[in-house]
C-alpha cells in the first residue's frame, strides 16, 4: 500500500526567478513589506546581560538590538541623529555607554543623548528628558520591538 499517489498531488509551481533576482521587487518588498512588519532581528540571548548588543541589517537598513541597564533590550537605528554617522563599530560588548565615532557624542543604553563635547556652549542646545536642538530630537531612533 502507496503512502502517497503520485496522482492526488497537484501541479507544483514556483515563483519565477524573478522575484529573487529583480532590483525592482526587491525595492518593492522593501518599501511594501521588510518596512511595514515585523521582521526577525535576532534572538534575546544574544545581549544577555546590560550593554551587550548585536547588528543586523534588514532591507539595507544598520540596526542594532542592545540590553540597557534595567534588563530590557531596545532596538535602534544605527545612525547618529546629527551627522548620520553609523555608531556600531564603536560599540564593544558590555559598553556602558554608546558613544558615536564621528564627533563623540555618547547616549545611555536606552537611546537617550548623555553629553557631548561642547554642547553646553550651543545657543538653543537644551537637554531634558529628549535632548533637544531647535525642536528636533537628537536621541538615537528607536524602532519597536517585540520579544517572544
Known amino acids: 500500500m502507496a503512502l502517497f499517489k503520485t496522482s492526488d498531488a497537484g501541479v507544483v509551481r514556483t515563483l519565477d526567478p524573478a522575484y529573487y533576482t529583480s532590483k525592482a521587487i526587491y525595492e518593492q518588498e522593501c518599501a511594501g513589506f521588510f518596512m ?11 545581549a544577555p546581560n546590560p550593554g551587550d ?9 544598520q540596526l542594532f538590538c542592545i540590553r540597557d541597564d534595567r534588563g ?3 532596538s535602534f537605528y544605527n545612525v547618529c541623529q546629527p551627522r548620520g554617522s553609523r555608531i556600531s563599530p564603536r560599540l564593544r560588548s558590555c559598553t556602558k555607554l554608546i558613544i558615536c565615532p564621528y564627533h563623540a557624542w555618547s547616549y545611555r543604553l536606552d537611546g537617550q543623548f548623555f553629553k557631548g563635547p561642547n554642547t553646553d556652549s550651543v545657543p538653543g542646545f537644551s537637554r ?3 535632548l533637544t536642538f531647535e525642536g528636533s530630537n537628537r536621541s538615537i531612533l528607536r524602532l ?3 520579544q517572544s
Not at 36 to 46: L, N, V
Open 128 to 130: 531634558g528628558g529628549d
Open 53 to 61: 548588543y548585536f547588528t543586523f541589517e534588514i532591507a539595507g537598513q
Open 36 to 46: 511595514r512588519t515585523w521582521q526577525y532581528a535576532g534572538h534575546s540571548s544574544q
Open 144 to 146: 519597536s520591538i517585540r
Open 72 to 74: 530590557k533590550l531596545n
